[in-house]
T-cell receptor, first 112, second 111 residues
Framework: DGGITQSPKYLFRKEGQNVTLSCEQNLNHDAMYWYRQDPGQGLRLIYYSQIVNDFQKGDIAEGYSVSREKKESFPLTVTSAQKNPTAFYLC???????????FGQGTRLTVV | AQSVTQLDSQVPVFEEAPVELRCNYSSSVSVYLFWYVQYPNQGLQLLLKYLSGSTLVESINGFEAEFNKSQTSFHLRKPSVHISDTAEYFCAVSEADKLIFGTGTRLQVFP
């Protein structure tokens, strides 16, 4: 089945630790995105990538890092510099530009 | 930069009643518009989209939305809701190479 896989579904980390969230797609899409979701704030764009080995900052990139070494993969690292990392993280992909996006099931990160 | 406004954070409604979820966007230039639905602890699923052509677009489960360029709106409607429609609904607009989302509207359907 084609789709986007995010893992793990739930993640717990201690404050001060870096953590990497996985996102893999087999849809052959060029563009991939990371969004953060908090109650009442909708989805806010963290990073996005239109092509392998290239990515751009979104609206809330501080404290996060990404890589795009393969077309299928777009991992997100939440660093210790992120002041409030507890949130629901959603990965998405789209075939090109501003077309519709396909979402993974999300990773709920809790930092204690 | 584009922005999306969903004025209603929550919409309670009884089963079989009609519902409208409002969405306004900031730009009057050509845009692509989307409605997504999210069930608890899941990702977003595309409900319907407007790219061009007819201003009225429909989904397979009875929702429809109308693109109104003069009012920069893309409201979502359903004439008769079901319990299973309870979810969060997000309006989104395209900007260059990314999607901009509204803050969401929680639709709660009561029996």
């Amino acid at each position: 089945d084609g789709g986007i896989t995010q893992s793990p579904k739930y993640l717990f980390r201690k404050e001060g630790q870096n953590v990497t969230l996985s996102c893999e797609q087999n849809l052959n899409h060029d563009a991939m995105y990371w969004y953060r979701q908090d109650p009442g704030q909708g989805l806010r764009l963290i990073y996005y990538s239109q092509i392998v080995n290239d990515f751009q900052k979104g609206d809330i990139a501080e404290g996060y890092s990404v890589s795009r070494e393969k077309k299928e993969s777009f991992p997100l690292t939440v660093t210790s510099a992120q002041k409030n990392p507890t949130a629901f993280y959603l990965c998405a992909s789209s075939p090109y530009g501003p077309g519709e996006a396909f979402f993974g099931q999300g990773t709920r990160l809790t930092v204690v | 930069a584009q922005s999306v406004t969903q004025l209603d954070s929550q919409v309670p409604v009884f089963e079989e009643a009609p519902v409208e979820l409002r969405c306004n966007y900031s730009s009057s230039v050509s845009v692509y518009l989307f409605w997504y639905v999210q069930y608890p602890n899941q990702g977003l699923q595309l409900l319907l989209k407007y790219l061009s052509g007819s201003t009225l677009v429909e989904s397979i489960n009875g929702f429809e939305a109308e693109f109104n360029k003069s009012q920069t709106s893309f409201h979502l409607r359903k004439p008769s809701v079901h319990i299973s429609d309870t979810a969060e609904y997000f309006c989104a607009v395209s900007e260059a190479d990314k999607l901009i989302f509204g803050t969401g509207t929680r639709l709660q359907v009561f029996p």
